[in-house]
């Protein structure tokens, strides 16, 4: 079965400063990864994926995430946050059983202090 | 572009009584669609998913079910809410290739479901 964990429920950031929200994995297969941002009381936002290929994988509104087979993490980066980047972070996983289902971490809630 | 609209957006409903929750999903055919229940602004939890119209699968057994009328339309419903169905609902749908199994989902703008 996979599964991804959030090991971190809050991390907090001056802006400016760099921000990395941790994800790992356990998959049976190939890890397909990703990324989502929610504001509250909204859907959540795609922010990046990693299928294959390069380990560095860029994404929307600055983010980046490298992925780390020999440590099965994906953690989420940014080199200089925003105040307006403080959100709930979620790292997924993709089902391996081919109904495309995605399985969520628990969530990390980034607050950037300005 | 393909567009996902969710509705209504809050609700307020006394326990015992019906739910119906609609979403739909523009600019694409065939899509995998999803219900995800997030409780406490935190997880989320996969409720059902369907691959085709009138295919329902669900995650986790509970007082909820799904349909799937049309292609492009997906239903979450109860026939008496209880007070542990509050919470935020959010429909998503995913592209059915299998040879991309890699695609992302995505999400509507949510549902708050308060049972009083």
């Known amino acids: 079965a996979q599964s991804v964990a959030q090991p971190e429920d809050q991390v907090n950031v001056a802006e400016g400063n760099p921000l990395t929200v941790k994800c790992t994995y356990s998959v049976s297969g190939n890890p397909y990864l990703f990324w989502y941002v929610q504001y509250p009381n909204r859907g959540l936002q795609f922010l990046l994926k990693y299928i294959t290929g390069d380990n560095l994988v860029k994404g929307s509104y600055g983010f980046e995430a490298e992925f780390n087979k020999s440590q099965t993490s994906f953690h989420l980066k940014k080199p200089s946050a925003l105040v307006s980047d403080s959100a709930l972070y979620f790292c997924a996983v993709r089902d391996q059983t081919g109904a495309n289902n995605l399985f969520f971490g628990t969530g990390t809630r980034l607050t950037v202090i300005p | 572009s393909q567009t996902i609209h969710q509705w209504p957006a809050t609700l307020v409903q006394p326990v015992g009584s019906p739910l119906s929750l609609e979403c739909t999903v523009e600019?694409?055919?065939?899509?995998?669609l999803y219900w995800y229940r997030q409780a406490a602004g935190r997880g989320l939890q996969l409720l059902f998913y369907s691959v085709g119209i009138g295919q329902i699968s669900s995650e986790v057994p509970q007082n909820l079910s799904a349909s799937r009328p049309q292609d492009r339309q997906f239903i979450l419903s109860s026939k008496k809410l209880l007070l542990s169905d509050s919470g935020f609902y959010l429909c998503?749908?995913?592209?059915?290739?299998?040879?991309?199994?890699?695609?992302?989902?995505?999400f509507g703008q949510g549902t708050r479901l308060t049972v009083v």
């Open positions: 600019g694409t055919s065939n899509p995998n």
């Open positions: 998503a749908w995913g592209r059915a290739l299998d040879s991309r199994r890699g695609t992302e989902a995505f």
